[in-house]
C-alpha cells in the first residue's frame, strides 16, 4: 500500500512563531487532505490539496504531486493551534494516514 | 462541513461483551469508512462500503463486523471485545474524493 510520512513528529512552538509540516508519499496519489486532530479527539478537515496552493487564514499548504509530497504552513502559531496534524492519501480505496506531526505551542 | 454523525460519542463495556457503533453520514457520501485510532496511533483502516456495498477491508479482526443500510446509515458491530479494542472508532464519508470525519466513539474496554 501507500507509504505516508510526515516530518517532524513532534514540535514544540512559542506562540507567534512559524512553522512547516512535511508530509511524503511513496506512489502517485489523487487525493491529499490535511486534517488537525485537536484534544477531543476530533479530525478537523483542513485542507484537500492533490496539488497547487492554498491558504485558509494563516494556514496554508502545497501539494508538489510530481515529487510526491505536500507541505503544511503554520504561521503568528497560536495556542489553539496545539494538537495533531495528520496527512492522509487516497490510494488503494482507502485513506492513508501519516503517524502525524505532534504540535505543541506554548504561550 | 459536510456532517457525519457518528453515536455514542462515548461507550464502555466489560470485556467479552459486544458493542454496536453507528454513523449517519450526509446523502451526498457515496462511500462510508470505518477507521479504528489507538492511543497515541494514527488512525487505522477498517472497511468502507461503497454504495451500500462493502468495497475494501483492512485490518478488521474477525470478531468485527459491518454493514451499510438503505438509509445509508452504517453500523460497526463489535463482539467478544478485548482490552486492546480500547479506541477511538471513526466513520468518515466521501464526497468527490474527499472525506470528511465524524466526532468518533471513544469505546473503552474494561
Not at chain 1, 59 to 66: K, M
Not at chain 2, 11 to 20: C, D, F, G, H, Q
Not at chain 2, 46 to 52: G, H, N, Q, R
Request: proline share 5%; with cysteine; charged share 15%.
Amino acid at each position: 500500500g501507500i507509504q505516508v510520512e510526515q516530518s517532524p513528529p513532534d514540535l514544540i512552538l512559542q506562540e507567534g512563531a512559524n512553522s512547516t509540516l512535511r508530509c511524503n508519499f511513496s506512489d502517485s496519489v489523487n487525493n491529499l487532505q490535511w486534517f488537525h486532530q485537536n484534544p477531543w479527539g476530533q479530525l478537523i478537515n483542513l485542507f484537500y490539496i492533490p496539488s497547487g496552493t492554498k491558504q485558509n487564514g494563516r494556514l496554508s499548504a502545497t501539494t508538489v504531486a510530481t515529487e510526491r509530497y505536500s507541505l503544511l504552513y503554520i504561521s503568528s502559531s497560536q495556542t489553539t493551534d496545539s494538537g495533531v496534524y495528520f496527512c492522509a492519501v487516497y490510494g488503494n480505496n482507502r485513506l492513508a494516514f501519516g503517524k502525524g506531526n505532534q504540535v505543541v505551542v506554548i504561550p | 462541513a459536510a456532517g457525519v454523525i457518528q453515536s455514542p460519542r462515548h461507550l464502555i463495556k466489560e470485556k467479552r461483551e459486544t458493542a454496536t457503533l453507528k454513523c449517519y453520514p450526509i446523502p451526498r457520501h457515496d462511500t462510508v469508512y470505518w477507521y479504528q485510532q489507538g492511543p497515541g496511533q494514527d488512525p487505522q483502516f477498517l472497511i468502507s462500503f461503497y454504495e451500500k456495498m462493502q468495497s475494501d477491508k483492512g485490518s478488521i479482526p474477525d470478531r468485527f463486523s459491518a454493514q451499510q443500510f438503505s438509509d445509508y446509515h452504517s453500523e460497526l458491530n463489535m463482539s467478544s471485545l478485548e482490552l486492546g479494542d480500547s479506541a477511538l472508532y471513526f466513520c468518515a464519508g466521501r464526497e468527490n474524493t474527499e472525506a470528511f470525519f465524524g466526532q468518533g466513539t471513544r469505546l473503552t474496554v474494561v
